[in-house]
């Protein structure tokens, strides 16, 4: 099958003499480019699931006014950052770590505590398997059904942790924009603590509605670790900060094992600008919700083309007739990138993913995909 992936957040193969999982970045705007013969300003990325809107102004703002300081040593412990969460979410800096970006927190997780068995549902994000095995641990897949969904339910994941000592849960689901309720996720938590395991529960889409995060239950619990970054709700890939939240033993422990000087002077002061700017935040959580619901409901209007519930800033969906690699190959002639979900373990290349961008640009793709299907 000829692949047709040109810019993604991330791939993966299995390396058949090592029986590790390897990361293949994909491709990026400038790739497709050159691959369709595009200027990279005609190109729509619908396969970054980046806000829109981009960073806030206040962000951008602190970036330049940092730029003074880059002759120094960022704070080993990101302290302001830590307060700026602290004091977002209502609790205690010391429940907080930062990082570079949520993936380096999501390495650092497996090779602090080395677990031996990790349970990592299929199709996720592919990076939990391949830090759990770089770690020297066993990636246990659990697969989950398409005819449900690609739903975890929360019993079947429950009766799986036996035997396990760590489980990783991304919530929303990337690529399937599925969610976990906050009370089946603390139910999934309850029972990861009756098997000695450790939940660690990555919130990376849960900024775009918080009403389902767990991240202020868990201070409480001493087995459960919440991941999130500033890559996708506030824009920030390029400056890379993220930060888990746990009990403070949990927290502890993890300070111990991380390298200094994670965060960068300008990712620490555009992170917390972006925490101050409710202005960007309540802009971006509305512009999200209206074209989501507007895009989904313009998907279900195409023929050969099965849409799932969302609960992120993207679309996962089937092409349920003709050559999907044709229809994104169409597509990206067209400056229109999509994901093509075949890296993920359990998917093929029927499915897709589409981030939610713009009206004008949503538009656009639902255009050129009425053309390519309709005829």
């Not at 398409?146 to 760590?166: C, N």
């Not at 309720?181 to 000695?196: Q, Y």
């Not at 400056?239 to 991380?258: F, H, K, M, S, T």
């Amino acid at each position: 099958m000829q692949n047709t992936e040109v810019a993604t957040e991330e791939t993966v193969s299995s390396d058949a003499s090592s029986g590790k999982t390897t990361r293949i970045h994909g491709g990026n705007v400038r790739e497709a480019a050159k691959r369709f013969g595009l200027a990279e300003k005609d190109i729509i990325d619908f396969s970054s699931n980046v806000n829109p809107l981009g960073p806030s102004r206040d962000a951008r703002r602190a970036v330049k006014r940092l730029l003074g300081r880059l002759d120094r040593y960022p704070d080993p412990d990101a302290s302001e950052l830590r307060t700026a969460v602290a004091r977002y979410y209502g609790i205690r800096s010391g429940q907080v770590l930062c990082g570079a970006g949520s993936n380096a927190l999501i390495h650092l997780i497996p090779r602090v505590f080395r677990p031996r068995r990790v349970l990592i549902p299929v199709p996720t994000f592919t990076e939990y398997a391949a830090a759990v095995e770089d770690a020297g641990g066993e990636a246990v897949s659990f697969a989950l059904s398409e005819q449900s969904g690609f739903r975890i339910d929360p019993v079947e994941i429950s009766l799986a942790l036996k035997g396990m000592d760590m489980a990783f849960l991304c919530n929303p689901n990337n690529p399937t924009a599925g969610i976990i309720s906050r009370a089946e996720m603390l139910e999934i938590a309850d029972h990861a603590g009756r098997e000695g395991a450790i939940l660690v529960v990555d919130e990376a889409f849960m900024d775009f509605d918080e009403r389902e995060s767990v991240l202020k239950e868990i201070i409480s619990l001493p087995n459960v670790i919440c991941i999130r970054a500033f890559t996708k709700f506030f824009g920030l890939p390029g400056l890379r900060a993220g930060y888990a939240v746990a009990a403070e033993d949990l927290i502890d422990g993890l300070r111990r094992g991380q390298e200094p000087w994670t965060v960068s002077i300008p990712a620490e002061g555009a992170a917390v600008a972006s925490l101050q700017d409710w202005g960007h935040i309540r802009r971006t959580r509305e512009l999200i919700g209206r074209e989501r619901e507007w895009i989904r409901e313009e998907l279900r209007l195409l023929p050969g083309i099965e849409v799932f519930p969302a609960a992120a800033n993207f679309i996962f969906l089937k092409v349920t007739q003709g050559d999907p690699c044709l229809l994104v190959n169409r597509l990206g002639e067209r400056g229109l990138l999509v994901r093509d979900c075949s890296s993920f373990p359990g998917l093929d290349d029927r499915f897709l993913r589409i981030a939610v961008r713009t009206h004008r640009e949503n538009k656009r793709l639902i255009k050129a995909l009425r053309k390519l299907l309709l005829g």
